[in-house]
């Protein structure tokens, strides 16, 4: 993407100038720049730079075993990992017809909702931050903090779990760890209303943030918005419904919406989000309680496991929007190719640059964040 | 929460925050953290488990593991140990921990130690013991579970005939695997090549197991002739020293390796297995013949190897078919004789020469032999039997394993006895008894025949598969009994009576010397119309004459070689069981080195098949 974003220098009307805003800059998870030609502090046009964290991650799974790549794909969105890790395994899954026991499904249903609880929180965090509003962002990563003691305990890892693998995940719950799973859901609603009252009720943030980065629902569908930029513009589509997978068609939850489509209305369909997560979550570990059994599937030797020729398109709803993973498999023991789509592509660059356009330039960060946007999913 | 758009939010609720001013932190500075039970920090090793396979290398995302060779650990091919171990970049490494659940024995693990702070880059690359990487014996974090395990440990079942319909015929009892059955099989080696460095040949055994993965059948045979010529006896009869040294098999059931290759060969017709045997054969001749005395594994292997060398080979057998203790000792259920036949078509299509019936003796002079050829090699193996020489055992209807299964094998009528007793807990005790008790089935439809070994039914020296096989068919095996006596049947009655038992405290000595302690308080009498002893062979090595063995340099009974097969006379080499013995991929890995030596003698330079691949 770098070397065509280099045009020829031209120069700016005098009235006019250009500002090169980041490649580091709170208004995003990761190093990600917009080229911004502003007239006083109103945006003129922008351009995303993007390429920052571009580690090869598509190229790179075609060198690797099948099973090797479930060390590559968390890396593909930092805060929120284990959608990825799903979608790829899933993908897998499909080429290979493995079958996924039910344990596994329950198990992989309550890391995706976690994770999702964990990103918003992150998301809560930045997002104040972008408008100066620091406290908010400690809690949320304090908070966030004590589900990745959970993610510790369950997988070893608290940021790159690596746990799901094609046909189930790769250790059983530790014993107990519902129960504490349970107490942190307790404390995060005890939390909730504290985060009501330092943000989404605070003064500043609804001055800030209400009316900015509006984009409609029409914008919203032309431009492939999903997740919760989509849903804050409207439309109640969430891959869980659209196109259920695992579990979750067992699950009852609701798909918040707001209509207004600005920073504040996706923010607080991320709140509702949460809600919601803590919903399924409660359901998911009432069941998990009576559900024993296998956590994987028999796999092959894995270094010697070639996966049938095919290709398979697997999506998995993250924080961000809809996680596809495109594998193609030519019969061998490594993918032939694989294309993510990561939500925040849309977001990060076609949505962004149109959004800002008319904006403000104190504004640039705090409308980034509200999109939720995470850079290695543009770069890849 | 109002969000009508007249609500502008409060400016005094965020104040609220202010109360965590009194509450503690959620992190505590300052304080070590525990980590979880299966954390993933640095890597721990128990080097006691670890045999050095490298698998953990194999399935590393970022090739962060490399093998260091560490002198002084355990160094034996043939128990699969391997002198290395791992040794972690943590510049490279990203704690994915599938080297630990991939790892065949069981050693590797992550511990919860996760702190290491150091400017000198090299502290970062660690040879992990069981202590950590600071010798602080953290506990173990992520470690191998059985659920979780990336392994594959049981083996595909070997299709075979039930004891019923196998207990009145010589019909092989092995089906041999499906393409789907060796597939599945094949899948589970993981390349580490501990097989490769524990056959005596060094048989690419990693190589073809992949190629047999891969569908790939011609690439496996030629794989497989790289090292053997007698890939369809070894196939069948093979003792498999490759799946005793198996990392797979230190925690599971070891790859079939032997039944593979046999699928393998199966997989081919005759005609295409010897086109591809014979690729890299020297078309121009060199002029030199060679003589070999013996038809068996070792005599033929260096045969076919000179043969390929361009080489004038002439093998000379006594008998009326080629093979030696594979026609004549193997009983035609474990090996059929046509597949050995095939073997030994492949080796007369590169070019040898095989003279049946044609002993060496005074009919056809060593000295002629020496003087026409310009190298002779000895391959006579152990063709005759031993005697445990208990009294009554020059009673007529004592005989011996190897004249019995020679007999049987040429279609000679024997007197199959009623009741029969073997003395004996080899595998050549196994094949003397299961032969006989076949016999007895076909005719007279009941089998009465015993088996007597000095050995604990833990330590038979016998494969575990004859012994329990050989109870599937009928053989009473009595463990841990030495024999007394042959007795006769009456006091004045000449035939045989049967034979007396007793008790085997202990067989070796206490510096290690076959020395058996009896009980002569238990004995037993097992009642018998035939006795046979199998307890080891002899070899005959008249046929040298008396110049020649008094030139020739002797040790315990058998003629003294080098590690090359050249004996102390020049022109003169010796190979397989009449110098070391005791199996047919010894003899083959005999014959290549003889044929080797030879090769260099003969003016042909260092130059073998197996270097020039």
Known sequence: MRPENYSPVQHPPSHEYELYFGPNHPGIEGNYAIRVRLNGDVIQEAIADGGYLHRGFEKLMEQRLWIQNIALVPRICVPDPVPMEEAYARAVEALGGLEVPERAQWIRVMMLEISRICSHLFTFGGNAATIGLYTNMFWGISMRDLFLDLFEEITGARIYHMYITPGGVRRDLPEGVLDRLEATLDEMERRTPEFEDLFFDNAVVIKRARGTGVISLRDALAWGVTGPNLRGSGLPSDVRRDDPYLVYPDLEFDIPTEVEGDALARMRVRKAEVVQSIRILRQVIERLRGIEGPIRCPLPNPLAWNIPAGEAYTRVESSKGEVGFFAVSDGGPKPYRVHVRGPSQMHAVQVLERVLKGGRLEDVAQIMFSLDACPPEVDR | ?613
């Not at chain 2, 009554?392 to 299964?405: C, E, I, R, W």
């Open chain 2, 1 to 613: 929460m109002d969000v009508t758009p007249k609500y502008k939010g409060s400016f005094v609720k965020p104040l609220k925050a202010l109360s965590h001013l009194f509450r503690e932190p959620v992190t505590l500075p300052m304080v070590p953290r525990p980590a979880s039970d299966n954390y993933r920090g640095f890597h721990v090793n128990d080097w006691e488990l670890c045999v050095g396979c490298g698998t953990c290398r194999q399935i590393c995302d970022n090739a962060a593991i490399r093998m260091i060779h560490i002198p002084g650990l355990p160094d034996d091919p043939a128990a699969g140990l391997k002198p290395r171990r791992p040794a972690i970049d943590y510049g490279r490494c990203c704690w994915c921990a599938l080297c630990v659940d991939i790892c065949p024995t069981g050693s590797l693990a992550l511990s919860r130690e996760y702190v290491h702070v150091s400017p000198d880059m090299n502290t970062y690359f660690i040879l992990p013991d069981e202590k950590g990487i600071h010798g602080l014996n953290f506990p173990k974090g992520w470690a191998k579970t059985d659920d979780a395990d990336l392994l594959d440990l049981a083996r595909q079942p070997m299709p075979q005939r039930d004891p019923d319909s196998r207990g009145d015929n010589f019909d092989e009892i092995v089906h041999g695997y499906d393409d789907q059955a060796a597939i599945l099989e094949a899948s589970r080696c993981i390349q580490c090549g501990m097989c490769h460095e524990a056959c005596p040949a060094n048989m690419h055994a990693p190589e073809y197991i992949r190629a047999i993965w891969e569908g790939d059948k011609e690439r496996a045979v030629r794989e497989i002739y790289r090292t053997n010529p007698f890939p369809e006896v070894c196939g069948r009869v093979c003792t498999h020293r490759c799946e005793t040294a198996c990392s797979i098999g230190k925690r599971g059931a070891p790859i079939a390796i032997r039944w593979l290759k046999r699928h393998a060969m199966a997989a081919l017709d005759d005609e295409r297995v010897r086109t591809i045997a014979l690729e890299g054969k020297v078309e121009d001749r060199t002029g030199k013949s060679v003589a070999v005395i013996g038809s068996g594994p070792a005599g033929l292997t260096a045969a076919f190897d000179l043969a390929k060398l361009g080489h004038a080979v002439t093998v000379f057998e006594a008998k009326p078919e080629p093979g030696g203790m594979m026609r004549y000792g193997i009983p035609e259920y474990r090996l059929p004789y046509d597949r050995l036949d095939a073997d030994i078509a492949v080796i007369r299509a590169a070019g040898v020469d095989i003279r049946c019936d044609s002993p060496v003796g005074p009919d056809l002079p060593m000295d002629k032999l020496r003087d026409d050829f310009d190298a002779v090699m000895l391959a006579t193996g152990l063709g005759a039997g031993r005697s445990t020489r208990v009294p009554g055992t020059d009673h007529p209807d004592v005989k011996s394993a190897v004249a019995l299964l020679d007999a049987i094998t040429r279609g000679e009528s024997i007197d199959v006895p009623g009741r029969a007793v073997v003395i004996g807990g080899g595998n050549v005790a196994f094949d003397i008894a299961r032969s006989l008790a076949r016999l007895q089935r076909k005719t007279s439809g009941r089998v009465d025949m015993t088996l007597v070994a000095l050995e604990e039914r833990d330590h038979m020296l016998a494969d575990e598969e004859e012994v329990v096989e050989a109870r599937e068919e009928g053989v009473v095996v009595l463990n841990g009994r030495g024999p007394r006596q042959v007795v006769l049947a009456g006091p004045s009655d000449k035939t045989l009576g049967g034979l007396e038992t007793v008790r085997c405290l202990s067989i070796f000595d206490e510096e290690g010397r076959f020395h058996p302690k009896y009980d002569d308080g238990d004995v037993m009498l097992h009642e018998a119309d035939m006795v046979i002893e199998a307890i080891g062979q002899a070899s005959d090595t008249g046929y040298l004459g008396e110049d020649l063995t008094e030139a020739l340099e002797w040790a315990r009974g058998r003629i003294e070689v080098g590690a090359d097969g050249a004996t102390s006379v020049s022109g003169l080499w010796a190979a397989g069981d009449m110098v070391e013995g005791p199996d047919v991929i010894h003899a083959v890995a005999a014959g290549h080195r003889v044929a080797e030596s030879i090769h260099r003698f003969l003016g042909g330079g260092t130059t073998t098949l197996e270097a020039a691949e």
